[in-house]
Structures are given as C-alpha cells and as structure tokens.
C-alpha cells in the first residue's frame, strides 16, 4: 500500500513560484500514474495535472498550462509540481494522488473515484493579491 505525503506549501505573492513535492512509500509508487488535485474553500475539488508512470504522459487543466509542470523521479519515489506565475484564483489545499493499478494520467483527469485510489494529506498554498 503507497502512502503519500505532500511538502512546500505556503504563503505567497501573485508572480511568484513554488514547488510541491509528494514523496510516496511501497514498492509499486514507480508503476502507477500520479496527480495533483486541488481545492479551494467553498469549491468543487478539481484536478490539476497528472503523469504518467513513465512520465511519458502529462496532462493539465487549463487554467494552469504553462505556468505549472508536473513531473516525477521514480528512483526517489517523488512527484513534483512546479507552479510559476501564482495567481489568487490559485489559492487552494494541493493533495497528491496516486491512481490506482493499471489506471492511465488520461483516466486520472477525469476525477472518477474509482481511478484515483491513495490521497495525501494536502499542503495548503495561498497566493496573495
């Protein structure tokens, strides 16, 4: 069973940059699809992007295409999300979410529960005006 525990959080300004980190445990983190997923207070959770296992594969929602990048190193059991150019509308609890065996970063986005399997706790980011 993969735990996931997410890092780097925070408090920042419009314009600027963070990136979170989600270090996952157990033997299979390297064979499944990966996600971040966030939500704001008072909205729908939403996800934000997804990879691949391989890394092969990325996909974004689009509010956050160019200025976030997911990626991965499995030799670390990591997934990271650099997140660039932070707006308010940004603002939101961030969880790192492991798909569940088998389910592709394509499946992931689709947000049906049965592909997202293991969630992490959340780091909360804010972005200021």
């Known amino acids: 069973q993969v735990q996931l525990v997410e890092s780097g959080g925070g408090l920042v300004q419009t314009g600027d940059s963070l990136r979170l980190s989600c270090v996952g445990s157990?033997?299979?983190?390297?064979?499944?699809?990966m996600g971040w997923f966030r939500q704001a207070p008072g909205k729908d959770r939403e996800f934000v992007a997804t990879?691949?296992?391989?890394?092969?594969?990325?996909y974004y929602i689009d509010s956050v295409k160019g200025r976030f990048t997911i990626s991965r190193d499995n030799a670390k059991n990591t997934v990271y999300l650099q997140m660039n150019s932070l707006k308010p509308d940004d603002t939101a609890n961030y969880y790192c979410?492991?798909?569940?065996?088998?389910?592709?970063?394509?499946?992931?986005?689709?947000?049906?529960?049965?592909?997202?399997?293991?969630w992490g706790q959340g780091t909360l980011v804010t972005v200021s005006p």
């Open positions: 979410v492991a798909g569940a065996l088998g389910v592709t970063a394509q499946e992931m986005t689709s947000m049906d529960d049965r592909y997202l399997d293991i």
């Open positions: 157990g033997r299979t983190f390297s064979r499944l699809s």
């Open positions: 990879i691949s296992y391989h890394s092969a594969n990325t």
